[in-house]
């Protein structure tokens, strides 16, 4: 059965420091998607990620995918309080399976 | 503008009573999908649709039914409702499905909390 878990859940953080939300997932796979949750608000697509060592930045905003390592990593870089939200991993293995969320909070 | 249209937004209803949640999209998209947004669990997938009267289960579609008799609607119906049944349901779709080659975002509706008391 495919698990993708986030670490962490919940994340408080300064603006202006550095932090990387981590997405685990146990099986094969090589094409993982990002989304943003604003309070009260539905999901928007954030990042698309298709292959192996793949990057993809927007703004403060970093992704990648090691899928050797079943891993994915959001780094946020100089964070602001627009960054405020929800961030969803999703992982596509025959089958899209979304981790259970960091809710990011960023306070001056 | 292209989107995906839930109705309604908030329901409170009670135990039994039949419902529907109708979902819209206006993209031509292939695939259409519903989730169900708990707490600490993310999002779970009840019901999706590769194309039109084809759907299928997804991880949780106990108590739940679809169908998808045109490509652009595809209504979530709940014959009796239970409270374990309350919770945040989107609808979403895709011109392809994920799991098919190339890039398939997920175009989410606004979503539609559902209280079943």
């Known amino acids: 059965e495919l698990k993708v878990e986030q670490n962490p859940l919940f994340l408080s953080m300064q603006e202006g420091k550095n932090y990387t939300i981590y997405c685990n997932y146990s099986?094969?796979?090589?094409?993982l998607y990002w989304y943003r949750q604003d309070p009260g608000k539905s999901l928007e697509s954030l990042f698309v990620?298709?292959?192996?060592?793949a990057v993809k930045q927007e703004g403060r905003l970093m992704a990648s995918l090691d899928t050797k390592a079943r891993l994915s990593t959001l780094h946020i870089t100089a964070a602001v309080h627009d960054l405020s939200a929800t961030y969803f991993c999703a992982v596509d293995a025959d089958k899209l399976i979304f981790g259970t969320g960091t809710r990011l909070q960023v306070f001056p | 503008e292209a989107q995906v249209t839930q109705n309604p937004r908030y329901l409170i209803t009670v135990t039994g009573k039949k419902l529907t949640v109708t979902c819209s999209q206006n993209?031509?998209?292939?695939?259409m999908s519903w989730y169900r947004q708990d707490p600490g669990l993310g999002l779970r997938q009840i019901y999706y649709?590769?194309?039109?009267?084809?759907?299928d289960k997804g991880d949780v579609p106990e108590g739940y039914k679809v169908s998808r008799k045109e490509k652009r609607n595809f209504p979530l119906i709940l014959e009796s409702p239970s409270p374990n049944q309350t919770s945040l349901y989107f609808c979403?779709?895709?011109?392809?499905?994920?799991?098919?080659?190339?890039?398939?975002?997920?175009?989410f509706g606004a979503g539609s909390r559902l209280t079943v008391l």
């Open positions: 993209m031509n998209h292939e695939y």
């Open positions: 649709s590769m194309n039109v009267e084809v759907t």
């Open positions: 979403a779709s895709s011109l392809y499905p994920p799991f098919s080659s190339g890039a398939n975002v997920l175009t």
């Open positions: 990620l298709l292959s192996n060592g």
């Open positions: 099986t094969t796979s090589d094409r």
